[in-house]
């Protein structure tokens, strides 16, 4: 029990301080207060000859002394700079929230215009660029279901790419649906890997976002184990999450791959293992040490002369017909000029 009555007297005496203390600091206020009317009653007594008459007159109250202290405060501007081609053009130029704010500030002084009356914040700029975004990711919606289509096919390609941050990086998955005369981007969603069924998901996601579940026909990938899987293949779990059969347009860029695996081991060359080839970053790093006039032909060489003979000008009329024709891709129009090349 002594313990119990120490603590409460300390806790008493500790209450009955801050009590007077409080008591002080009121009466030194109200002090201060009085002293302020006086010199105020003084001031307006004296004739033209007090020494007091050099100080400022005053004929406020102690309200108006507490309260005039330091230059105004500056007024909050209201007019609303953002607009939607302006969110579009820092979008488009990947402009930071923080940095919009020195450019905007910057562009209105240099025409010498006020920015104060202006709405120029990180937090204000951020809302009104949110808000536009989703204006624009719902007019696009509208025009493309206005469309009405019945069958799309669907086209989808997992990219490694640098996140938000620039730090890192993370797998994304660019989702395109297209039909005759028409593209459409759908969604370019983050995945946590690269299997088959959490590419599925993402494209099953999409879709419904889109309600397009019923209107794909048809899948365009490339020819990856993640994608041609039979058991857990993108491919297959996307189907069965449709409930039909789908028709597979396995991408061909991809499937010539494999013939162009086969030349190159045919021939003794060192095949690739990975996305880069040796041989092709050798040539790019030398090709400015390289005499472009000086090339030889297929004539000048006796075993490709001897292979090539008698069909060499049928390869030559099928190279120039088809470099006329229109080319999705533009190392295929390459190959063919090589060809006449050679």
């Known amino acids: 029990m002594l313990g119990v009555d120490i603590k409460g007297t300390i806790a008493e005496r500790k209450k009955k301080e801050k009590e007077e203390r409080q008591k002080e600091r009121r009466e030194k206020q109200s002090s201060n207060f009085k002293s302020v009317d006086n010199f105020q009653f003084r001031s307006s007594d004296s004739d033209s000859s007090d020494p007091c008459d050099c100080l400022p007159s005053t004929s406020s109250t102690h309200e108006n002394v507490l309260i005039d202290f330091g230059p105004p405060k500056s007024k909050r501007g209201r007019k609303e700079i953002m607009s939607p081609r302006l969110s579009a053009a820092l979008d488009k130029c990947k402009v930071s929230d923080r940095d919009c704010v020195h450019l905007l500030t910057a562009v209105l002084e240099t025409l010498e215009i006020d920015s104060s009356e202006y ?28 469309l009405n289509l019945k069958s799309l096919v669907l086209h989808w390609d997992s990219k490694i790419l640098p996140d938000i941050t620039g730090k890192s990086k993370v797998d994304r998955l660019p989702v395109v649906v297209t039909a005759l005369n028409m593209e459409q981007l759908l969604g370019v ?7 088959g069924r959490e590419i599925s998901s993402a494209l099953y996601h999409t879709l419904q976002e889109w309600s397009l579940e019923d209107t794909i ?39 010539y791959e494999i ?3 086969g030349v190159f081991t045919t021939v003794n060359l ?24 000086s090339f030889s032909t297929w004539s000048t060489d006796e075993n490709v002369k001897n292979i090539l ?22 190392d295929y129009k390459e190959l063919l000029e090589l060809i006449i090349i050679f």
């Open 119 to 146: 709405i120029i914040n990180r937090t204000s700029i951020k809302i009104s660029r949110e808000k536009f975004r989703q204006q624009i990711s719902e007019r696009v919606r509208l025009k493309f279901n206005n």
């Open 189 to 195: 969603p983050e995945i946590k890997s690269g299997t």
């Open 217 to 255: 026909q048809a899948f365009v990938f490339d020819t990856t184990a993640s994608n041609t899987g039979i058991l857990n293949g993108a491919c297959h779990l996307l189907e069965q999450k449709l409930d039909r059969n789908i028709l597979y347009l396995a991408c061909r860029h991809h499937v």
């Open 259 to 261: 013939v162009l695996h």
């Open 270 to 293: 060192v095949t690739s293992t990975g996305p880069d080839i040796i041989i092709f970053k050798k040539f790019k790093n030398e090709w400015r040490n390289i005499d472009q006039n």
């Open 309 to 330: 003979k008698g069909i060499s000008d049928e390869i030559l009329i099928f190279a120039k017909n088809k470099i006329k024709d229109n080319f999705p891709r533009d």
